[in-house]
C-alpha cells in the first residue's frame, strides 16, 4: 500500500453564509476562491477574499473562514496531509 502521509486532498467547497469555529491541526493548507466572498482569520490577521484570490497558511496556526456576503461561495481547497 502507498504511503499516503505526504499526500494532499483538494475539494471543491460551496460555503454558505455564516462562520466556522476556529481550528488549528498538522499540516498546510492552499486554495483559491472560485466566486464569491471568503473572509479567512488565520493567526489572528483577517483577509477578505474576492474571486480570483487565492491563500495558503501553515494549518498549525489557528484558523477559520466565513462566507460574509449573501450568495453562497465556491472555493477549490487543499489540505496536506489529508485530514478531512
Known amino acids: ?3 499516503s502521509s505526504n499526500c494532499s486532498r483538494a475539494g471543491f467547497r460551496r460555503i454558505l453564509v455564516g462562520s466556522g469555529a476556529v ?4 499540516g498546510e493548507e492552499a486554495g483559491i476562491v472560485l466566486r464569491g466572498k471568503l473572509e479567512l482569520w488565520v493567526d489572528g ?12 497558511f501553515p494549518s498549525t496556526l489557528a484558523h477559520r473562514y466565513r462566507n460574509p456576503d449573501t450568495e453562497e461561495a465556491e ?8 485530514s478531512y
Do not use: N, Q, R
Open 45 to 56: 490577521k483577517v483577509f477578505l477574499l474576492e474571486a480570483g484570490d487565492s491563500f495558503g
Open 23 to 26: 481550528h488549528a491541526h498538522h
Open 1 to 3: 500500500m502507498p504511503d
Open 75 to 82: 472555493v477549490i481547497w487543499a489540505i496536506t496531509p489529508p
